[in-house]
């Protein structure tokens, strides 16, 4: 097991500040998820897996905001590793009081021919991952509540054939989010947003991408803070679990 512990911009005063872990925060939703958190007056960590200098330079801009940051390296397709990252939770002082899991592998394929691997790799890390993290983190928060939020996609409401294990996972995770939600009720809220065309994945064609999102009834992909907006929905609005709130410009009417 790897993990990587480093504090910045730590006050030990700021004990009674609440905690929000976010996984995948270096860069892409996780980030704007990070941000979003550190502007309600969270106190951060900040997972990441390889991202060394995304996830310094989100910190930074995380520690701008007046926020305690913690950055914790683990690797979520190894059960060990995802366990291990509530080390970092528990050396903290601030009780932990939000989990995102934003973390995810969106990796093209075709059904005849993907690998079992490839296969098992997406599922440890966008659904197998998701669920350690979710129990543990509900051990954590306990009856002083709490609110668990899984990025999913539309994707899940969809069939993707070029990305069978990845819209097969996020199919499931909001299954297990509903699940979670009657499991953990009444104190912790389970919910999920779902973007649509938020970020392209890697190495998709642009001139792909761009065809995409014209096709949307609204013609254009959201900006960051219309998907952190329903991140503070749900901290706000705390009647409502087992939800996944669609953020995607109208692309599951197409």
């Known amino acids: 097991m790897r993990r990587k512990l480093r504090i910045l911009n730590f006050n030990m005063n700021n004990d009674k500040i609440p905690l929000a872990l976010v996984t995948g925060a270096a860069h ?23 991202s060394v200098d995304a996830a310094e330079s989100t910190a930074i801009e995380l520690r701008s905001l007046g926020v305690p940051v913690i950055l914790a390296q683990a690797n979520l397709t190894d059960a ?32 005849r ?4 691997t ?32 899984n990025v ?41 947003i779902a973007p649509g065309l938020a970020l392209p994945a890697e190495g998709f064609p642009e001139q792909e991408w761009n065809r995409l999102v014209e096709r949307l009834p609204l013609r254009r992909e959201p900006r ?6 329903a991140l503070e929905f749900l901290l706000k609005n705390e009647y409502i679990t087992g939800q996944t709130i669609t953020v995607d410009g109208g692309y599951s009417l197409v």
Do not use: C
């Open 80 to 111: 060990n590793s995802t366990q291990g990252l509530f080390a970092a939770v528990d050396e903290s002082p601030h009780p932990l009081r939000v989990l995102v899991n934003s973390a995810a592998r969106m990796q093209r394929g075709d059904a």
């Open 152 to 192: 999913t996609d539309i994707g899940a409401e969809k069939a993707w054939s070029g990305y069978p294990a990845y819209t097969v996972s996020k199919a499931a995770l909001e299954s297990l989010t509903k699940v979670l939600a009657r499991s953990f009720a009444p104190s912790i809220r389970v919910n999920a």
């Open 28 to 50: 892409r939703l996780g980030r704007v998820f990070a941000l979003t958190l550190a502007r309600q007056g969270y106190a951060i960590l900040l997972h990441y897996h390889q």
């Open 224 to 229: 960051m803070d219309e998907l952190g907006a």
């Open 113 to 116: 021919t993907l690998t079992v």
């Open 118 to 149: 490839d296969w098992d790799g997406t599922m440890a890390l966008n659904l197998r991952a998701p669920f350690i993290l979710a129990q543990q983190a509900a051990r954590r928060m306990g009856d002083a509540g709490g609110l668990i939020v």
